[in-house]
């Protein structure tokens, strides 16, 4: 079992059988299914256990034998702020139209933080949520929004299918599982140019790094046009890495926020993507956060560990640098604050001492006899 990032073995429970796998993946699936994975050994499989959570479910074959990896989902859609998720994160998902990428490896969260979002337009705008996943993870309950949840195989054939339709089910939001082809990122691109608001996911760890890739994808004479487009549509690049908490179960999610703001839609535009970095790391206003300044925030606070800060660093050097500039102008506050209390402590005592003398000088007043004075 895999517990903050991290697999232990389980030696309270038999082993598990070749047979055993075996026959539970084929519970899991349909005939034709379980025929096509014989073929094809691959599956993703989404599975709800009533009253209790949902699996995400990957069947593969290791050496002959197949094999299962569950992953839990929890039934009820977790908000934004019980994912401690920065505001700023709110108003991304209220935008009207454009595309916002939330990128990360395997594992990382992704799916959990599309979700918030999800959720914090389904409960403040009235409108209709296309998603097209493989599989479906987290379940919407329609609140204020229509939601309208495709899983590939089951509720249509594939991505390519389900986008080529999507544009007749009058979606405003569309929630693209993953960019996985050139075809697939068009249909997202001219999705968000026609007035909808489409998210999706990209393996990526950083803003940068994923314009890159999305580059990449098409041929060299096509880069410029696809720059020009992505500057207009693109509103929010989300990069994020889960750190394993300090000292309690449980890891929190840093981010990376890029929000497209007149200077990055013009590095955008003019394919310059090794400056993007710097305009994030003095966008604070505009909500923006590196990956440095999301981990030194979290190791500030006493969430994380020094060790989880710097191997998880965006830039090893530059997270050095922060962190001895941190850990040194936190020894010299605290100095500072004791020095401060000392001189305040000394005054009190000088005080109170001067007190204490002029009581004892001071001699005592004679009673005035009775009848005399006013």
């Known amino acids: 079992m895999r517990l903050k990032g991290a697999v232990y073995p389980q030696t309270d429970w038999p082993v598990v059988a070749t047979t055993d796998t075996e026959r539970l993946a084929q519970s899991l699936m349909r005939e034709r299914d379980w025929e096509r994975f014989q073929e094809y050994p691959e599956k993703d499989i989404g599975l709800t256990i009533e009253?209790?959570?949902?699996?995400?479910?990957?069947?593969?074959?290791?050496?002959?034998?197949?094999?299962?990896?569950?992953?839990?989902?929890?039934?009820?859609v977790p908000t934004l702020d019980e994912l401690e998720m920065p505001s700023v994160l709110k108003d991304i998902s209220l935008r009207p139209q454009g595309l916002v990428l939330v990128t990360g490896p395997t594992g990382c969260g992704k799916s959990t933080t599309l979700a918030g979002m999800l959720n914090h337009i389904n409960e403040n705008r009235r409108a209709h949520i296309v998603s097209i996943e493989d599989p479906i993870e987290y379940v919407h309950r329609d609140k204020n929004c229509i939601v309208s949840q495709r899983e590939v195989s089951i509720?249509?054939?594939?991505?390519?299918?389900?986008?080529?339709?999507?544009?007749?089910?009058?979606?405003?939001?569309?929630?693209?599982?993953?960019?996985?082809d050139v075809s697939?990122?068009?249909?997202?691109?001219?999705?968000?140019?026609?007035?909808h608001l489409v998210f999706s996911t990209v393996h990526t760890t950083s803003a940068a790094e994923t314009m890159e890739r999305i580059l990449n994808m098409f041929q060299p004479h096509e880069r410029?046009?696809?720059?020009?487009?992505l500057s207009r549509s693109l509103q929010a690049i989300i990069a994020q890495a889960l750190i394993p908490r300090k000292d309690t179960l449980g890891r929190v999610a840093a981010l990376e926020i890029m929000v497209v703001t007149p200077t990055v839609r013009k590095y955008i535009e003019d394919e310059r993507a090794s400056e993007i970095d710097e305009a994030i790391e003095e966008g604070a206003h505009w909500g923006m956060q590196t990956k440095n300044q999301a981990l030194l925030s979290?190791?500030?606070?006493?969430?994380?560990?020094e060790e989880e800060a710097m191997f998880n660093a965006g830039n090893y050097t530059q997270?050095?640098?922060?962190?001895?500039?941190?850990?040194?102008?936190?020894?010299d506050a605290e100095t500072a604050a004791a020095k401060a209390a000392a001189e305040q402590e000394r005054r009190r005592r000088m005080a109170h001492a001067q007190r204490t003398q002029q009581q004892v000088v001071q001699p005592p007043q004679p009673a005035q006899p009775p009848g005399e004075g006013k």
């Open 51 to 76: 009253g209790l959570c949902r699996l995400r479910i990957n069947v593969y074959r290791e050496r002959g034998h197949i094999c299962l990896v569950m992953r839990l989902i929890p039934l009820e």
């Open 155 to 180: 509720d249509t054939e594939s991505f390519e299918d389900a986008l080529k339709y999507c544009m007749r089910q009058n979606p405003d939001i569309i929630l693209i599982g993953e960019m996985r």
């Open 184 to 195: 697939t990122f068009n249909v997202a691109m001219q999705s968000a140019e026609t007035g």
């Open 224 to 229: 410029e046009q696809i720059s020009i487009r």
């Open 298 to 305: 979290l190791y500030s606070e006493g969430i994380i560990s």
């Open 319 to 331: 997270m050095r640098q922060i962190i001895q500039r941190f850990d040194k102008e936190k020894v």
